[in-house]
């Protein structure tokens, strides 16, 4: 098996951030057997949409980021 491609995706971003986000990630996993995803974004937001993910939750990883985190005006 070829080494997985591993993508970052901004999973708050966008008008619709996580609701949006999170399920095309999803699709994009479905889509590509050897790809792993890294969410970037609040975990209390993500992972609503990731509990139906199933067997593709392993090929997923949420890196936390606080809102704070993301403020540009802080």
């Known amino acids: 098996m070829a080494k997985p491609a ?3 995706l901004d999973a708050m971003g966008g008008d ?3 609701g949006v986000c999170v ?3 999803l699709a ?3 889509a590509q057997e050897d790809l792993q995803i890294i969410l970037v ?3 209390a937001a993500l992972d609503p949409y990731l509990k139906d993910a199933g067997a593709l939750a392993e090929r997923v990883r949420v890196r936390d980021r606080p809102a704070e985190a993301s403020d540009a005006s802080a």
Do not use: D, K, N
């Open 6 to 8: 591993i993508i970052a």
């Open 28 to 30: 994009m996993l479905r």
């Open 16 to 18: 619709r951030g996580a």
């Open 23 to 25: 399920p095309a990630g």
């Open 41 to 43: 974004g609040q975990r």
